[in-house]
């Protein structure tokens, strides 16, 4: 156990809804790292928060947002999702910006 | 850009065998270096790591050298079993930008045969 929480597991959803995933860090952890694992793009990242603030930002989509918490939890929000958006979403944590990086179990969407 | 290319796989080994799963990097600075396992239905686990050239990291009989003259970091084992059975992702972190993103390579699958 990583320590890092993702919920839910699984997520099954159509095309054009939006849907929220979210992640509890390690306790202890700022920062926040959402990466996207698909077939065809293999382990891609996404966007980092570190203590509530943006710090760096991968192959975001527009449609896809996130933001860090003051408790320092963390949502990644898909919208107008598309058949293409299916994958596995891990979120990792780490104590600071750039220290070792524990991942979650990921959340995985399935977009029918 | 910063980029991690690992061997094709699948891999298939009987256990006991040897493993050796390659990884090159193209990196400006200088990154860390990782190498994560993801075990079936299972999120990443890191399994070793490397910060400065010629640092070897180690764990679970697993060992990797982070080599500078060669931009390479493989990963080797001396005696595979059944249970190290899983897909092994090399990757680099984000040196320069200073935010530890992690780059990964495409992932190696591993599979050990009794």
């Known amino acids: 156990d990583s320590g890092v929480t993702q919920t839910p597991k699984h997520l099954i959803t159509a095309t054009g809804q939006r849907v929220t995933l979210r992640c509890s860090p390690r306790?202890?952890?700022?920062?926040v790292y959402w990466y996207q694992q698909s077939l065809d793009q293999g382990l891609q990242f996404l966007i980092q928060y570190y203590n509530g603030e943006e710090r760096a930002k991968g192959n975001i989509l527009e449609r896809f947002s996130a933001q860090q918490f003051p408790d320092l939890h963390s949502e990644l929000n898909l919208s107008s999702l598309e058949l293409g958006d299916s994958a596995l979403y891990f979120c990792?944590?780490?104590?600071?910006?750039?220290?070792?990086?524990?991942f979650g179990q990921g959340t995985r969407l399935t977009v029918v | 850009g910063d980029s991690v290319t690992q061997m094709e796989g699948p891999v298939t080994l009987s256990e006991e065998a040897f493993l050796t799963i390659n990884c090159t990097y193209t990196?400006?600075?200088?990154?860390?270096l990782f190498w994560y396992v993801q075990y079936p239905g299972e999120g990443l686990q890191l399994l070793l790591k490397?910060?400065?050239?010629?640092d070897k990291g180690s764990n679970k009989g697993f060992e990797a050298t982070y080599r500078k003259e060669t931009t390479s970091f493989h990963l080797e084992k001396g005696s595979v079993q059944v249970s190290d059975s899983a897909v092994y992702f090399c990757a680099l972190s984000d040196a320069s930008g200073n935010t530890g993103k992690l780059i990964f390579g495409q992932g190696t699958t591993l599979q050990v045969k009794p």
């Open positions: 990792a944590s780490s104590r600071w910006m750039n220290t070792e990086a524990f």
């Open positions: 490397a910060t400065k050239a010629d």
């Open positions: 990196a400006t600075g200088y990154p860390s």
């Open positions: 306790s202890g952890d700022l920062s």
